[in-house]
């Protein structure tokens, strides 16, 4: 069965820093993309950043380019996405995602897609 546990989220002032982990069991870790996306309030599900795990490739949304930062530990089972400079904006519901179809590439439309996720961790950003 596949799982994914987000932790890390919580409350934070504008230009603060968070690290989101995301522990995922059920399918070879190694061998898939995965990635990153999240949901405001009123807002379309939005990629954050995927990592393609068997070759180090990774892809940003413009939005969080040059803040945010994503990795894994593959010992571990284990995804991150450290958040610098964060802003309101950012306030969210974060998500953890797999795609083990194998269809779906990061860097590409495996920003976007995701077959499996987990049950997300909130960030608020305050001003």
């Known amino acids: 069965e596949v799982q994914l546990v987000e932790s890390g989220g919580g409350l934070v002032q504008a230009g603060g820093s968070l690290r989101l982990s995301c522990a995922a069991s059920?399918?070879?870790?190694?061998?898939?993309?995965i990635g990153w996306f999240r949901q405001a309030p009123g807002k379309e599900r939005e990629g954050v950043s995927c990592i393609s795990i068997s070759d180090g490739r990774s892809d940003y949304a413009d939005s969080v380019k040059g803040r945010f930062i994503i990795s894994t530990d593959n010992a571990k089972n284990t995804a991150y996405l450290q958040m610098n400079r964060l802003e309101p904006e950012d306030t969210a519901v974060y998500y953890c995602?797999?795609?083990?179809?194998?269809?779906?590439?990061?860097?590409?439309?495996?920003?976007?897609?995701?077959?499996?996720w987990g049950q997300g961790t909130h960030v608020t950003v305050s001003t």
């Open positions: 995602g797999a795609n083990i179809t194998g269809i779906y590439t990061c860097p590409g439309d495996g920003l976007h897609v995701y077959d499996y």
């Open positions: 059920g399918f070879t870790f190694d061998r898939y993309p």
